[in-house]
């Protein structure tokens, strides 16, 4: 059993080492014009975001593929069952209290579904101002278990930045902005200076340092291309939201397709993912099509195809997703009275 878990650990590390030289390759490829620009060239290129833009091509016009059976079957739950369930608030709250369960999970927070459940049941009125005055103690008591400040806030910041979403869906969604964005991720850190890096707590704003996700080959941009890069995001995603309009591109693979660029991008130094997924059920609810919850029980299936996609590999992920949502409207209507 030692032997077999010795060969076990060796085989991830080699392919994690595997994973990190191609990464340092591609970065290498990628920047490689850099150190041959002169200084006001080098400024240039670096805050344009040309050099990480045009080696990814990650806007270009595309036509996402995935099964239209599945999202045949999808378009039919839309009309039969999910207007019923959204009307019903009892089962939205227990459903977006999942929610923050497993996104938060995804991410390593340890908490069970039962204790965000406490914890939305005692604080889920409270502000962001006076979630700061709430101890570790008050923490651990209300949980009966020893419980850290950081993994409480992240479910109640993240209940926060839910119902924040819930604001921008009484909107057009051709209004969504950058600072709207901006907004979304401050919600899920409230002033709990959980997000920091070298420079400090850094609310509503990009991140200052390069970032690397470990065991990942797939190249972030850097720091400095960061704000061009997400402007383009959003002219991508205007783009594409006219198409959803036009009836040319399905709204599942629109919501898809904006977190898959927004997590390639990494704009972020923490909380990528959650705003990632905040940001693609808040499309799916905007085109009447309920949310999803990625379980983190395929946490590892989620990331590897997630690594696929933006390695150019891209169907099997969005296949994933649209059967995720599926999935989810299933198991929400299962514990659902649907009239």
Request: net charge neutral; charged share 20%.
């Amino acid at each position: 059993m030692r032997t077999s878990r010795l060969l076990l650990n060796a085989t991830f590390n080699t392919i994690i080492e595997s994973k990190e030289a191609r990464r340092k390759e591609r970065l290498l490829e990628i920047y490689s014009i850099y150190n041959s620009l002169s200084p006001e060239e080098k400024v240039k290129k670096a805050f344009s975001g040309e050099m990480w833009l045009g080696a990814t091509n990650i806007f270009k016009d595309e036509q996402p593929l995935a099964n239209i059976y599945h999202l045949g079957y999808l378009d039919s739950l839309s009309t039969s069952i999910v207007p019923q369930l959204s009307k019903n608030h009892a089962i939205w709250a227990n459903y977006r209290l999942s929610n923050t369960h497993h996104s938060t999970s995804i991410e390593g927070n340890t908490l069970s579904q039962k204790d965000c459940e406490i914890l939305f049941d005692s604080f889920g009125t409270y502000s962001s101002e006076q979630l700061m005055g709430v101890s570790q103690q008050d923490f651990s008591q209300i949980l009966q278990k020893e419980a850290t400040t950081r993994e409480c806030l992240e479910v109640l910041f993240h209940h926060h930045a839910f119902q924040y979403i819930s604001k921008l869906e009484e909107q057009p969604l051709s209004h969504f902005n950058e600072n709207q964005l901006l907004n979304i991720h401050t919600e899920l850190f409230g002033k709990s200076k959980c997000y920091c890096n070298v420079e400090g707590f850094m609310e509503s704003n990009y991140r200052l340092i390069p970032i690397r996700v470990k065991g990942s080959e797939t190249v972030r941009p850097y720091p400095q291309e960061v704000p061009q890069i997400m402007k383009q995001y959003f002219e991508w995603f205007h783009l594409n939201r006219e198409r959803v309009d036009n009836g040319i591109l399905h709204p599942a693979l629109f919501s898809i397709l904006a977190h898959c660029k927004f997590l390639h991008i990494h704009p972020f130094l923490d909380g990528n993912g959650r705003t990632a997924r905040l940001l693609m059920n808040m499309i799916l609810n905007r085109y009447g099509l309920f949310d999803i919850t990625v379980q983190k029980k395929c946490r590892t299936k989620y990331l590897e195809l997630l690594e696929e996609h933006q390695n150019g590999l891209t169907e099997p992920f969005h296949n994933f997703m649209v059967q995720q949502i599926i999935q989810t409207i299933k198991t929400v209507s299962k514990h659902a009275i649907v009239y």
